[in-house]
């Protein structure tokens, strides 16, 4: 099933299906009840350092893919409900960047495509 990224400032629309915030910090300027999330997973989000030491500097966007991926080998139960979402249908990962091609969305949902790639391999 297809996974999305969005940032949280575009409008919802019905062919997002379920819509996970997927940021340690809550966006600003957003109300809480305005994102009609499914969920806020906090703990997929790469960790307060990682995301500090990147600053959307795109010279470390390399590093920070590695950096990122290898927190979230770390930790697969912060991102097993999204892997198990992306089974049953769309998924759409809300991220607050300006930058659409090089923040931790775009990395989350590769990761995850490869998780659902190697789901497929196995069967």
Request: aromatic share 10%.
């Amino acid at each position: 099933m297809p996974i999305r990224v969005k940032r949280v400032y575009e409008p919802a629309d019905p062919s997002d299906g379920e819509r996970y915030l997927v940021e340690r910090l809550w966006p600003r300027g957003v109300r809480r009840d305005a994102l009609q999330l499914t969920a806020w997973l906090r703990d997929v989000a790469p960790s307060d350092a990682l995301r500090r030491w990147y600053g959307h500097d795109p010279a470390k966007w390399p590093e920070f893919q590695q950096r990122y991926r290898a927190e979230l080998l770390a930790n697969p139960s912060a991102w097993q409900p999204l892997l198990e979402a992306a089974r049953r249908g769309v998924v759409t990962l809300l991220f607050s960047a300006r930058d659409t091609e090089r923040n931790s969305a775009v990395v989350l949902r590769a990761f995850l495509e490869e998780q659902l790639s190697a789901d497929l391999t196995a069967r």
